[in-house]
């Protein structure tokens, strides 16, 4: 998507800072235990490949969501924007319940745990059996009014 495709919305949700520093911290507690008992050349190697973990799993773990004049894509989905009724906002509570207590085994989940608000879009289309979707949002509001913008039902 870019814009030519009629780019409406884009967001990239990363690792926050607070998520790194305690995974670097980590790594580097392990690389130091292991510097104690085997030595420089282990613990070089360990920390070597634990950063490059890292950097492999921040890139895998990085969620795109984008909307242009015709689709939603949302990680690794895509669903064209006439099967979608609407689209509403989710506070900090309304995601923790929508994920748990309240959850249907059929929506389709494109969540990032340090992310804490989000929209729930709903699907209209008789083929397929999803009635949700759940997408991780830090821009909440803005994504949803992208969604419903030329749908008769704004909802807030």
Known sequence: M???????????????????FF?????????????????????VSVLTLLLSSLIVASIKSLLTVAVD?????????RISRRYIKSAV???????????GPEAD????LATRFWIHTGVQVIIE???DRTPYWIVSSKKARSLATALNAGSSEELD
Request: aromatic share 10%; glycine share 8%.
């Open 23 to 43: 995974l670097i911290f980590m790594v580097a507690s392990l690389a130091l235990a292991v510097w104690a008992a085997l030595g420089d050349l282990w613990a």
């Open 69 to 77: 004049s015709e689709n939603l894509l949302a990680g690794d989905a």
């Open 125 to 127: 289309d008789p083929r």
């Open 105 to 108: 085994p059929a929506a389709y």
């Open 89 to 99: 906002t989710l506070s900090r509570e309304e995601l923790r319940l929508k994920l």
């Open 2 to 20: 870019d814009e030519k495709d009629g780019l409406v919305y884009m967001e990239r949700a990363g690792w926050p800072a607070g998520l790194w």
